[in-house]
């Protein structure tokens, strides 16, 4: 598991840590795929990339106001989400942000530390 050190404090889940098999959140570890908001973490059973659906998500996160984007962690490696989840996305101006989900990990502590209103949608790494 790669840990990850919280140097800056704020309000929300901030992940610890990662491996093939999961996601760490403090303590608390979160098989297959994560779900996070400035507000909650979730175990997400992340469906192929094909099934990808921004209604389930943001549903699952419940979130008010919208958020400003998307951080997508798209898995092992960087791959664009499919173009209707990315025409979703635009029809509720969400931006999404693509990257592999180590990076995405890391980026969503340093954009929750400036205080972003996100989401974030990690794909498991295997």
């Given at each position: 598991?790669?840990e990850?050190?919280r ?11 990662f491996?093939?098999?999961g ?6 570890r ?13 175990s997400?059973?992340a469906p192929?990339?094909?099934?990808l659906?921004l209604?389930d ?9 919208m958020?400003?984007?998307l ?12 173009a ?8 509720v101006n ?7 989900s180590?990076a ?12 972003r ?8 790494l295997?």
């Amino acid at each position: 598991m790669v840990e990850l050190r919280r140097d800056v404090e704020f309000e929300g889940p901030i992940v610890t840590g990662f491996s093939a098999t999961g996601y760490k959140i403090g303590e608390q570890r979160y098989d297959n795929g994560l779900l996070l908001s400035p507000e909650q973490a979730l175990s997400w059973d992340a469906p192929d990339r094909a099934n990808l659906n921004l209604d389930d998500i943001i549903a699952a996160l419940n979130l008010s106001p919208m958020p400003e984007f998307l951080l997508f962690g798209s898995g092992s490696k960087m791959e664009q989400p499919p173009a209707d989840f990315r025409r979703a996305a635009e029809t509720v101006n969400i931006g999404i942000e693509v990257m592999d989900s180590r990076a995405a990990a890391r980026a969503w502590g340093v954009l929750r530390a400036e205080e972003r209103w996100i989401i974030g949608a990690f794909m498991p790494l295997r």
